[in-house]
Every structure is written in C-alpha cells, then in structure tokens.
C-alpha cells in the first residue's frame, strides 16, 4: 500500500489571511516502510517571510528570492502525491489548508480531508495526556532528530515516517498469519485459515523383529514387577 509522508513549512499560521508555504518534503511508504523516494521543494511564497517564522524554519525572504513559485511546482507535487494515495500528516488540517488555499489560487481541485492519515489524533488516542509533538514522539520512540536544528518539511517528513510507523504498531512490515488477510478483523478464528496442501506419499510400517537377547532381557524385566499388565493376555 502506498502512502504519502508529507509536512509543509509557511510563513506563519493563517492560510486565509496572506500566509504562503515557502517548503514541502513528501516520503514515499510502501507498506509503511520508506521507499527512497522523496520530493523536496522551497517555494517562493511571493512575499516576504516575518523574522518570527524564520527562526522557526530557518527559510528567509533572501534564500526564498530566486526559488519557484507555487504555480510552476504544482503539477511536479500533484504527481508525486497521486490522485487518491493516502498523506501521512501531523496536525493535517494545518497543513492541507495551506495546500488547499494554494491549490484554490490557481483554480485547482481541492484536496479532501478525508485523504489524510494524522498522526496527532492517533497520537493523543494512543498516549492520552502525554506531549504529542513531533520532537516529543520521536523521544518517546527513539527516533534520531538530533540533525532538527531547525523545522524542516523534508526532514520532518522522514522523522514523521518513522514515528508513523511505530504508531501503526512498530517494524514488522507485511506480517501476517498464514491465510489471514493483511487489515482483516481482529475476531478472525484459528479455523479461517485454509488447510495447507501436501502431496503426502504413504509409507507401509517396517517391522522389527527382536533378536533373542531382546526378548530374553524383557523377560528378566517383567520377573521384576508385581503383575505387569502385559502379563494379562498370558492368563487369557
């Protein structure tokens, strides 16, 4: 199954209110593991980038200056991410504004909320009370993000594919039991499995006839014990 890790970086929080994304990082999965293949773009957001989200991700209106517009990476990114592949993201309704209100710009389909897999809410469900951030579950997993100096998309996306997949329940990609359908339900009974087919080939039993030391050294065993049972047929 084919799924899309995908993280965004803007130039602040509001996609209706002149806010632009200035970077997109996307991961490929297959089976919830990476595939290597990525895209990664910064963006010119035609406008400039407030110092406070800077610090953030580090992007200035200075390195942003010479980049691509939205309009001339749109079709690149919208190939890489599908028609329907579901888009693995940390806080999605944050993230899918802001590519929506691009894609609104230049009058193209929108992209449903529905499509995206959040791993905050999964996050929440699965730890209730405890910190959901990004930096926080890659603590809570031990997942490397020491090279986050800063918040950027590519590298959050790589970091979110991990966590993603300790989330989906750890490294154990494309096990399942014999005769069990991957995402079948959980009450599935031991005899829904079809039998496995053998060609068997019948072998006749050998016999063993035993020597007469054998039978003389059995006969010194049974004097031993107080009426043993295969002495019951003798009496018949």
Same mark, same amino acid.
């Given at each position: ?90 806080? &999605?309704?944050? !993230?899918?504004? =802001?590519?929506? %209100?691009? @894609? ?6 929108? +992209?449903?909320? $529905? ?80 039998? &496995?087919?053998? !060609?068997?080939? =019948?072998?006749? %039993?050998? @016999? ?6 054998? +039978?003389?050294? $059995? ?18």
């Amino acid at each position: 199954m084919r799924e899309i890790v995908l993280d965004t970086e803007t130039t602040g929080l509001d996609a209706n209110n002149g806010d632009r994304i200035v970077e997109i990082g996307c991961v490929e999965l297959n089976n919830h593991i990476a595939t290597g293949e990525v895209y990664h773009v910064y963006i010119n957001p035609a406008r400039d980038v407030p110092q406070e989200a800077a610090r953030i991700h580090g992007l200035t209106t200075e390195f942003l200056k010479d980049k691509p517009i939205f309009a001339e990476i749109m079709d690149a990114f919208l190939a890489f991410i599908g028609d329907d592949t579901p888009l693995v993201i940390h806080n &999605a309704t944050f !993230d899918m504004a =802001f590519l929506n %209100a691009e @894609l609104k710009r230049h009058g193209m389909k929108q +992209l449903p909320l $529905h499509r995206a897999i959040d791993t905050l809410p999964m996050a929440r469900k699965k730890y209730p009370g405890s910190p959901a951030s990004l930096d926080a579950l890659c603590k809570r997993f031990s997942v490397d993000s020491t090279a986050r100096t800063f918040h950027g998309a590519l590298l959050d996306a790589q970091l979110l594919a991990e966590v993603y997949l300790e989330l989906c329940g750890g490294r154990q990609p494309g096990f399942t039991q014999a005769g069990f359908t991957e995402g079948a339900p959980d009450d599935r009974q031991a005899g829904d499995a079809p039998e &496995a087919q053998r !060609d068997r080939v =019948f072998h006749e %039993a050998r @016999l063993f006839a035993a020597t007469p030391e054998e +039978l003389a050294a $059995h006969e010194a065993f049974l004097e031993k014990i107080k009426n043993p049972i295969w002495r019951e047929g003798d009496k018949a």
